[in-house]
């Protein structure tokens, strides 16, 4: 490729380090899609010959087809894609797969090859997060009604149903799919004609091909088309924050699975045994999605680093871009497809959540706004509803249980209304406010994120 300039071959170690075929082959449909529409482009303003372009155009999907169906395989003497791909091109048609290189570097292509795959896998990866939403609004739906208790600090709270619970994961991802797709609308752009770094004087048009490749414009400046990746760190910003969701939903998967929760069972397609102890059950599929979140958010770490100190234009540390982003890609599609089934065959105890709600003095709030509600203040109802919990803890009692006789030496307005008031079921029901935890909220949200998936 540059052997004009040089006057021996490069040295064998230095070759293999230099090569990036071992990772950006996965790009070979999209620099095919690319350099085809490079062509049609180039006849279209004349530089190519009808002819060329139909052998070029005709050679390219040939060598495509090889591919996918396994007749050729990737040369390991090849530098990269591109220059494979170019290489095999020649070989087949001669040298008007030499002049598909003309107004062009390797630099606007890699450039327009990884926002197309990105783009591809963007859109698959946001399929995936549907499923894993599905999944959940699924289980959420079916247990919309069922008693838990609601947690701050990992402390219990304040009751809810195990159905809304499920749904914050569900308005997490929904955010996710967003970040994805506003970073990919940004990226939509077409690199393709900036060249090396400064255009080419050939009479080209940019748009066209940005067309051609559905593309929403093409970048302004060919400095910046050849020379940035910040899509590539956006997207891998938004792959680490849908990873710790993913990451936060699994860790109380793990929690809830435990015999001390016990809210839930996983199905035995999602968990594995010991190899000592007979008893076990152990939500690895969780664990490992909790693990690998640490993986994506040490590609995106990877993906600043490498582009922190970089003068314009390109530079060869940007080949470094494709093995975090990929790997990000890879990591997340793999979570995303163990995800949405562990979720949709978990099994909730409603038993075991009823039970311990039911502990935790989780009540405590609607006792002081039973309070307010017949005009106390609600500090001063804070501090009553307070010094009844220490009694209850001393005693022994819970608040349901508490005698009336015992809560009207705190306050004339206790009545035996405050039991109904203050049962699991009224706490629950009545919190009816917009994104509140009653049934009929939970089914509001519900619908709310079946409207937005269109399903």
Known sequence: MWAGRFLKALDKKADDFNSSLRFDCRMYAQDIQGSIAHAKMLCKQGILSQGETQSIIDGLQTILSDIQTGKLTFDSGAEDIHMFIEAELTARIGDAGKRLHTARSRN??????????????AQEIVALIKQAIVAIVDKAEENAEVIAPGYTHLQRAQPISFGHHLMAYAMMLLRDIGR??????????????SCALAGTTYPTDRAYVAELLHFDGVCQNSIDGVSDRDFCVELAAAFATLMMHLSRLSEEIILWASWEFKFIELDDSYTTGSSIMPQKKNPDMAELIRGKTGRVYGDLTALLTALKGLPLAYNKDMQEDKEAIFDAIDTVKMCLEVLA????????????????????FINATDLADYLTKKGMPFRAAYKIVGQIVAVCIQKGEVL??????????????????????????????????????SPSSVKQ?????RKELDI
């Open 341 to 360: 089934p562990m979720v949709a065959t978990m099994k909730v105890d409603a038993d075991n959540t009823y039970k311990a709600a039911q502990k935790g």
């Open 108 to 121: 606007d292509q890699v450039a327009v090859d990884i926002r197309m795959y990105l783009r591809d896998e």
């Open 400 to 437: 349901d249980t508490l005698p009336l006789e015992t809560y009207q030496t705190y306050s004339e307005l206790f009545e035996q209304d405050l039991y109904e008031e203050i049962a699991l079921e009224t706490c629950v029901a009545k919190r009816t406010s917009l994104g509140g935890a």
């Open 445 to 449: 949200q519900i619908a709310y994120v």
């Open 180 to 193: 994805i797709q506003d970073a990919v609308g940004r990226m939509n752009h077409s690199p393709l004609g």
